[in-house]
């Protein structure tokens, strides 16, 4: 705010430089190619949406132009580019400035907004009086990741991920594409630690570290994206993972600058302090989430093993600077591990090079160690209370119901009993009783320990009232499934298994698949198929047994809400 000025005059600046050199068949051409790739490669989208849009755009575009109308660029005119450019001016602006403390002398008749209208400062217009364009500021160079080829490799029949390659702390999974044909691919790549996450400390360092890292990429991501090339950097409980995904003619050039970005990154203090105090606000407004958002923070701060609280992580963050950042970041990528996936438009060769910049560039000086994943806790027998102190209106109250075993038999079948419970307890609760408009029943898995979660957030019972309210469904809950007949229950069965086998639309969807099922260590790619399988073999009496033996290990998470009524 305090710069205003100075940033309206580097916009003009700007614009001046434009007006002399920007105009050019060179860029309108990139344009052009980019459009037509967007256009000829372009992914289905829901229907409805689709039609949506295409209504709209009637109004816009001659009907034969309709479903091309947005990506054409048919003629270069400069002519009329500079006509337009010419109404970019000074003295045709109207500045707009927005805050909380601005002077204002009138109220907005229809929402009671305080404004000012006012001519430019003159201090603004003198310097907008002769301007030149300013030396620090450049155009774009031609975009270096603008695909060259697109052609579409010859199908090979592969029907899952093959691990490619395999060594010491490092595995690449790779599957050449025959079903989507779009010369796209995606590369996944997840760098493990044993540092990562040993800590409320290194966590968030972990954090901070994948977000400046991020920061840095934008300068050189910004024509990746513009040339259909994605990147997202993201920390997890083990380290941190970066995708990119789009067309895989120039990929491997980005991997390297990625690589190079993250091997060369000094971190800046002052860039340090603005990540800090967005993460720092992003944990303190945790305490003004919805009540049931909270209860599920607990839920898995509880079950999962390690991870740490909000108030752990805010009594951590103050103390990290940019130094101890940087020493974190080397040690980080001194012992670890790298598992990968490349699926798509990529031959064998091609997907070895991109696991080459990986174990030639990141991996050369690190010692490959086993990084252990994070666990789910197994309750005890009985029922755990934990009790949550959340300054909000509303209660909230989730039951959380954890199997004995963990195995996909089992999952089969919390799976269905949560399918066959789903729509009473919602009718019983919310539409009955109307407790509240956050009323569910859900499978809650938590690193595949098969769980059922009951949820109710109410802005007038108390937590009490609400467990009273699950205690009575599920004293009716056995005669509910016995009433179910074998037809009824065969719809439930196939609404959950196409639920589970829903076609995947885009390539994006099936390497998304892929990538959770490495994670999870389903090296055949099948778990869904498996789980299916399960799930076609319960049988009514093995619902009731699991309903029967559902509240044997069980956690309460409650809170009270000040408009909790005590004497419901």
Do not use: C
Request: glycine share 4%.
């Amino acid at each position: 705010m305090l710069q205003y000025q100075q940033v309206v005059k580097l916009l003009f600046q700007q614009v001046e430089r434009i007006r002399q050199q920007g105009i050019q068949q060179q860029r309108f051409d990139e344009e052009q190619q980019l459009s037509e790739l967007a256009f000829r490669f372009q992914e289905p989208n829901k229907p409805v949406y689709e039609v949506l849009k295409l209504a709209g755009k009637l109004r816009e575009y001659p009907t034969a132009e309709l479903l091309h109308g947005d990506y054409l660029y048919q003629t270069f005119d400069p002519t009329l580019i500079q006509a337009y450019l010419n109404y970019v001016r000074p003295d045709n602006m109207l500045l707009t400035l927005m805050a909380n403390d601005l002077e204002t002398d009138q109220t907005d008749r229809d929402y009671q907004a305080q404004y000012r209208l006012r001519p430019l400062p003159e201090s603004l217009r003198e310097q907008l009086a002769d301007l030149q364009p300013h030396p620090a500021l450049g155009l774009p160079a031609a975009n270096p990741f603008i695909p060259q080829d697109l052609n579409l490799l010859a199908p090979q029949g592969m029907q899952r991920p093959i691990a490619l390659l395999e060594q010491p702390g490092f595995r690449m999974w790779y599957q050449q594409d025959d079903q989507f044909r779009v010369p796209r691919a995606d590369l996944f790549f997840s760098f493990r630690s044993p540092m990562a996450n040993d800590s409320p400390r290194h966590q968030l360092m972990t954090n901070l570290l994948t977000q400046l890292v991020d920061e840095r990429l934008n300068a050189f991501l910004y024509p990746a994206t513009e040339a259909g090339l994605n990147t997202h950097i993201y920390p997890h409980v083990s380290g941190f993972s970066i995708r990119i995904s789009g067309y895989s003619d120039r990929q491997q050039p980005l991997l390297e600058q990625i690589v190079a970005t993250l091997n060369g990154l000094q971190i800046d203090a002052d860039k340090l302090a603005i990540f800090k105090q967005r993460l720092r606000q992003q944990l303190e407004n945790k305490a003004k989430d919805k009540p049931y958002n909270q209860g599920f923070d607990a839920l898995y701060l509880r079950i999962l093993d390690p991870r740490w609280s909000t108030e752990q992580q805010l009594a951590e963050i103050d103390s990290i600077d940019a130094e101890a950042l940087q020493t974190f970041k080397t040690q980080l990528l001194q012992r670890g591990n790298i598992e990968a996936l490349a699926h798509g438009n990529l031959n064998p060769s091609q997907a070895k090079a991109l696991a080459a910049v990986l174990t030639q560039q990141l991996l050369a000086t690190v010692e490959p160690v086993d990084v252990p994943q994070a666990q789910a806790r197994q309750l005890a027998e009985g029922t755990e209370v934990l009790t949550l102190d959340i300054d909000h209106n509303d209660s909230s109250l989730i039951v959380y119901l954890q199997a004995a075993q963990k195995n996909l038999d089992v999952r089969g079948q919390f799976g269905l009993l949560a399918k066959v419970l789903e729509a009473p307890f919602y009718t019983e609760l919310r539409t009955e009783k109307q407790r509240g408009y956050v009323v569910f029943a859900t499978p809650m898995p938590i690193q595949e320990h098969p769980a059922l979660a009951l949820v109710i957030q109410s802005p007038s019972a108390s937590p009490d009232t609400l467990l009273d309210d699950i205690e009575s469904f599920f004293a009716r809950g056995q005669a509910l499934i016995e009433a179910i007949d074998g037809p009824t229950l065969e719809s439930y069965r196939q609404g959950l298994i196409s639920e589970l086998m829903k076609q995947e639309q885009k390539l994006s969807q099936r390497s998304d698949r892929y990538w959770q099922e490495i994670d999870k260590g389903y090296y055949q790619f099948d778990s869904r198929e498996q789980l299916v399988a399960a799930i076609a073999q319960v049988s009514k009496e093995q619902l009731l047994s699991t309903f029967a033996q559902l509240n044997q290990r069980r956690l309460i998470i409650r809170s009270t809400g000040s408009g909790a009524d005590s004497g419901q």
